[in-house]
Protein backbone atom coordinates (compact mmCIF):
# COMPACT_ATOMS: atom_id res chain seq x y z
CA UNK A 1 0.00 0.00 0.00
CA UNK A 2 1.46 3.37 -0.96
CA UNK A 3 2.05 6.46 1.62
CA UNK A 4 -0.43 8.48 -0.40
CA UNK A 5 -3.05 5.91 -0.01
CA UNK A 6 -6.25 7.94 1.64
CA UNK A 7 -6.76 5.46 3.97
CA UNK A 8 -3.01 5.35 5.45
CA UNK A 9 -2.80 9.21 5.39
CA UNK A 10 -6.08 9.25 7.55
CA UNK A 11 -4.97 6.64 10.10
CA UNK A 12 -1.56 8.36 10.71
CA UNK A 13 -3.23 11.45 11.43
CA UNK A 14 -4.87 11.75 14.66
CA UNK A 15 -6.86 14.42 15.25
CA UNK A 16 -5.86 17.28 17.77
CA UNK A 17 -6.46 17.53 21.28
CA UNK A 18 -9.10 19.97 22.47
CA UNK A 19 -7.66 23.00 23.50
CA UNK A 20 -8.26 23.64 27.31
CA UNK A 21 -10.76 26.34 27.83
CA UNK A 22 -9.37 29.43 28.06
CA UNK A 23 -10.18 30.48 32.30
CA UNK A 24 -12.39 33.48 32.42
CA UNK A 25 -11.16 36.36 33.31
CA UNK A 26 -12.33 38.05 36.94
CA UNK A 27 -14.77 40.74 36.17
CA UNK A 28 -13.07 43.91 37.04
CA UNK A 29 -14.76 45.66 39.68
CA UNK A 30 -14.35 49.32 39.97
CA UNK A 31 -13.75 51.00 43.97
CA UNK A 32 -14.89 54.51 42.81
CA UNK A 33 -18.32 54.13 44.18
CA UNK A 34 -17.64 52.59 47.31
CA UNK A 35 -14.66 55.12 48.20
CA UNK A 36 -17.23 58.08 47.64
CA UNK A 37 -19.66 56.36 49.91
CA UNK A 38 -16.69 55.67 52.49
CA UNK A 39 -15.39 59.47 52.16
CA UNK A 40 -19.32 60.85 52.69
CA UNK A 41 -19.56 58.65 55.76
CA UNK A 42 -16.16 60.20 57.33
CA UNK A 43 -17.20 63.35 56.62
CA UNK A 44 -21.09 63.06 57.93
CA UNK A 45 -19.02 61.83 61.03
CA UNK A 46 -16.47 64.56 61.25
CA UNK A 47 -18.99 67.13 60.94
CA UNK A 48 -21.90 65.49 63.61
CA UNK A 49 -19.37 64.89 66.05
CA UNK A 50 -17.45 68.60 66.01
CA UNK A 51 -21.72 70.25 65.58
CA UNK A 52 -22.02 67.84 68.53
CA UNK A 53 -18.63 68.98 70.80
CA UNK A 54 -19.08 72.44 69.61
CA UNK A 55 -22.83 72.73 69.98
CA UNK A 56 -23.48 70.86 73.19
CA UNK A 57 -20.21 69.14 75.29
CA UNK A 58 -18.12 72.27 75.75
CA UNK A 59 -20.88 75.28 75.97
CA UNK A 60 -22.36 73.11 79.12
CA UNK A 61 -18.96 72.41 80.67
CA UNK A 62 -16.49 75.50 79.84
CA UNK A 63 -18.38 79.08 80.82
CA UNK A 64 -17.56 80.53 79.31
CA UNK A 65 -16.99 79.33 75.75
CA UNK A 66 -17.04 80.82 72.49
CA UNK A 67 -16.88 78.04 69.19
CA UNK A 68 -14.27 80.56 67.46
CA UNK A 69 -10.75 80.55 66.75
CA UNK A 70 -10.52 84.25 67.49
CA UNK A 71 -11.99 84.24 71.29
CA UNK A 72 -10.59 80.92 71.70
CA UNK A 73 -11.51 79.69 75.70
CA UNK A 74 -9.27 76.64 76.69
CA UNK A 75 -11.65 73.85 78.30
CA UNK A 76 -11.02 70.22 79.22
CA UNK A 77 -13.99 67.67 79.56
CA UNK A 78 -12.44 63.89 81.08
CA UNK A 79 -14.39 61.38 79.54
CA UNK A 80 -12.64 57.83 80.32
CA UNK A 81 -9.54 56.50 81.35
CA UNK A 82 -6.92 58.57 79.24
CA UNK A 83 -9.33 60.03 76.67
CA UNK A 84 -10.66 63.58 77.36
CA UNK A 85 -12.12 65.92 75.23
CA UNK A 86 -9.75 68.96 74.46
CA UNK A 87 -10.81 71.52 72.64
CA UNK A 88 -8.05 73.09 70.17
CA UNK A 89 -8.34 75.10 67.15
CA UNK A 90 -5.92 73.86 64.55
CA UNK A 91 -4.66 76.68 62.19
CA UNK A 92 -2.40 74.56 60.19
CA UNK A 93 -2.58 71.00 58.62
CA UNK A 94 -3.32 67.67 60.09
CA UNK A 95 -2.68 67.28 64.18
CA UNK A 96 -1.10 71.05 63.66
CA UNK A 97 1.98 70.28 61.53
CA UNK A 98 2.65 73.95 59.82
CA UNK A 99 0.37 76.08 61.78
CA UNK A 100 -0.44 79.87 60.60
CA UNK A 101 -2.29 82.52 62.33
CA UNK A 102 -2.56 84.33 58.98
CA UNK A 103 -5.58 84.35 57.05
CA UNK A 104 -4.05 83.69 53.95
CA UNK A 105 -2.58 80.74 55.68
CA UNK A 106 -5.85 79.82 55.62
CA UNK A 107 -7.23 80.35 52.20
CA UNK A 108 -4.02 78.26 51.13
CA UNK A 109 -4.70 75.20 53.29
CA UNK A 110 -8.40 75.48 51.76
CA UNK A 111 -7.22 74.94 48.40
CA UNK A 112 -4.79 72.76 48.96
CA UNK A 113 -7.56 70.10 50.17
CA UNK A 114 -9.60 70.71 47.74
CA UNK A 115 -6.95 69.96 44.97
CA UNK A 116 -6.13 67.28 46.96
CA UNK A 117 -9.59 65.96 47.28
CA UNK A 118 -10.56 66.86 43.60
CA UNK A 119 -7.52 64.51 42.75
CA UNK A 120 -8.47 61.98 44.84
CA UNK A 121 -11.82 61.34 43.76
CA UNK A 122 -10.38 61.41 39.67
CA UNK A 123 -8.49 58.95 41.15
CA UNK A 124 -10.88 56.82 43.12
CA UNK A 125 -12.92 56.84 39.69
CA UNK A 126 -10.02 54.48 37.95
CA UNK A 127 -9.45 52.27 41.55
CA UNK A 128 -9.37 48.45 41.06
CA UNK A 129 -8.26 47.26 44.18
CA UNK A 130 -10.85 47.52 47.71
CA UNK A 131 -8.04 48.14 49.99
CA UNK A 132 -6.87 50.99 48.01
CA UNK A 133 -10.08 52.24 47.60
CA UNK A 134 -10.55 52.37 51.57
CA UNK A 135 -7.62 54.19 51.80
CA UNK A 136 -8.51 57.25 48.96
CA UNK A 137 -11.87 56.77 50.50
CA UNK A 138 -10.60 58.01 54.20
CA UNK A 139 -8.23 60.07 52.97
CA UNK A 140 -10.40 62.31 50.61
CA UNK A 141 -13.15 62.18 53.34
CA UNK A 142 -10.89 63.56 56.21
CA UNK A 143 -9.24 66.58 53.38
CA UNK A 144 -13.22 67.46 52.86
CA UNK A 145 -13.84 67.14 56.73
CA UNK A 146 -10.93 69.31 58.00
CA UNK A 147 -11.68 71.76 54.63
CA UNK A 148 -15.47 72.23 55.62
CA UNK A 149 -14.19 74.07 59.40
CA UNK A 150 -11.30 75.63 57.55
CA UNK A 151 -13.82 77.61 55.43
CA UNK A 152 -16.46 77.58 57.75
CA UNK A 153 -14.95 78.30 60.75
CA UNK A 154 -11.58 79.59 60.23
CA UNK A 155 -9.68 76.70 61.51
CA UNK A 156 -10.17 73.18 61.97
CA UNK A 157 -12.44 71.92 65.37
CA UNK A 158 -9.68 69.48 67.03
CA UNK A 159 -11.29 67.93 70.49
CA UNK A 160 -10.13 63.84 70.80
CA UNK A 161 -7.61 64.08 73.51
CA UNK A 162 -5.02 60.97 74.35
CA UNK A 163 -2.01 63.42 75.80
CA UNK A 164 -2.50 60.52 78.96
CA UNK A 165 -0.72 58.20 76.53
CA UNK A 166 1.84 59.84 75.64
CA UNK A 167 0.11 61.24 72.23
CA UNK A 168 1.31 64.97 71.99
CA UNK A 169 -1.80 65.74 69.54
CA UNK A 170 -5.25 66.57 69.98
CA UNK A 171 -6.95 65.39 66.95
CA UNK A 172 -10.71 64.70 65.17
CA UNK A 173 -12.45 62.67 63.31
CA UNK A 174 -11.02 63.31 59.90
CA UNK A 175 -7.45 63.56 61.06
CA UNK A 176 -7.88 60.32 62.45
CA UNK A 177 -9.56 58.92 58.96
CA UNK A 178 -6.71 60.64 56.96
CA UNK A 179 -4.06 58.91 59.55
CA UNK A 180 -5.78 55.46 58.86
CA UNK A 181 -6.14 56.24 55.08
CA UNK A 182 -2.39 56.79 54.53
CA UNK A 183 -1.67 53.46 56.53
CA UNK A 184 -3.65 51.92 54.35
CA UNK A 185 -2.02 53.11 51.17
CA UNK A 186 0.99 52.24 52.26
CA UNK A 187 -0.46 48.50 53.29
CA UNK A 188 -1.40 48.38 49.40
CA UNK A 189 1.88 49.45 48.09
CA UNK A 190 3.64 46.85 50.47
CA UNK A 191 1.22 44.04 48.94
CA UNK A 192 1.35 44.81 45.75
CA UNK A 193 5.56 44.72 46.01
CA UNK A 194 5.23 41.33 47.57
CA UNK A 195 6.22 38.64 44.50
CA UNK A 196 3.80 35.90 45.55
Known amino acids: MSSEDPQVSDVSHMPEPAAPAAVAAKPVVLQGPKAFTLALAVIVADQISKFWILGSVFPAACQPFVPTPAYYTPCSVPVFGPLNLSMVWNQGVSFGLFR???DWVRWVLVAFSLGVAVALGVWARRIE?????AAVGLI????IGNLIDRARLGAVADFLDLQALYFPWVFNIADSAITVGVLLLLLDSVRRDVKP
Not at 129 to 133: D, K
Not at 140 to 143: L, S, T
Open 140 to 143: MGGA
Open 129 to 133: RPLLG
Open 100 to 102: GEA
